[in-house]
């Protein structure tokens, strides 16, 4: 990979949260998934996570009632959860924690503006797409929702930011981006940024700042500028990661796999 230089190509590319954050994760699994262009095998965790988004959206279609949910996540859980599952413990954990969420669905307190909605923007003339979980209006203010299964915590504002408080501002470079494409669609940017963690039952408000904001346009255009001038494309060995959340762990020479 050292020789062959994939500048051209990258430059050309749609660029979407993912495809930045996923760079930073491995990037040798980026090089497989976005140069070689190679699928990945579905994992557990990510599949879960993909099927609660499947069940709120379609409660927001219109395609389920409240009522309906509970049942739909219990009958389609064996077949829409795809990859080899974790330890028994922990599938049992996963089913307890979507049924007892589906059964405390509590609609989301703003007034519906869109319901995965694709947007198309730019950041610095670079071409970059988001599917937007949610975006609401409260007070005349627009907010983005994003479906988590991770486990945030709101903000502890105490005087040295928490583990957790570092997790939250990690994850809101993904709301800020987005923030982005929403002021390029409605003409204005959100006041707030919120996640729905669907797993531990919480609903983060957290209040638009310029400054993170800004900080993540400039986040944004360094990563691309670091995908173009790589080379190796390293992979980033963690064994959690290579063995549960990774699609292309069976086939990575590095994690032991083909």
Not at 30 to 39: A, H, K, Q
Not at 40 to 59: C, K, T, V
Not at 63 to 92: C, D, I, N, W, Y
Not at 153 to 159: G, N, Q, V
């Amino acid at each position: 990979m050292g020789e062959v230089s994939y500048r051209p190509l990258i430059e050309g590319f749609t660029w979407s949260y993912s495809r930045l954050s996923s760079f930073e994760t491995c990037p040798y699994a980026w090089y497989i998934r976005y140069i070689l262009e190679e699928e990945e095998e579905p994992m557990f965790y990510a599949s879960y996570g993909s099927f609660i988004h499947r069940l709120i959206e379609r409660y927001y279609s219109g395609e389920l009632t409240k009522e309906e949910m509970p049942t739909a996540f219990l009958l389609g859980f064996s077949s829409e959860v795809q990859g080899e599952r974790p330890p028994q413990s922990t599938v049992v954990k996963y089913i307890n924690a979507g049924r007892e969420y589906m059964e405390n669905f509590q609609p989301f307190p703003f007034e519906k503006r869109g319901v995965e909605e694709e947007i198309h923007f730019d950041v610095n003339g670079a071409k970059f797409v988001a599917f937007v979980d949610y975006i609401g209006e409260r007070d005349g203010k627009l907010a983005i929702i994003d479906n988590k299964s991770r486990d945030l915590k709101p903000r502890s504002h105490r005087k040295t930011p928490t583990v957790k408080d570092q997790e939250l501002d990690d994850m809101l470079r993904q709301l800020y981006l987005y923030a982005h494409g929403v002021k390029q669609k409605y003409g204005e940017l959100p006041s707030l940024l919120c996640f729905n963690c669907f797993k531990n039952q919480q609903f983060i408000e957290e209040p638009f700042n310029q400054e993170a904001y800004e900080e993540t346009l400039d986040w944004a255009g360094k990563t691309i500028e670091t995908i173009a001038s790589e080379e190796d494309f390293k992979p980033n060995i963690d064994y959690f990661q290579c063995r549960y959340l990774c699609g292309y762990h069976n086939d990575c020479c590095f994690a032991g796999g083909g």
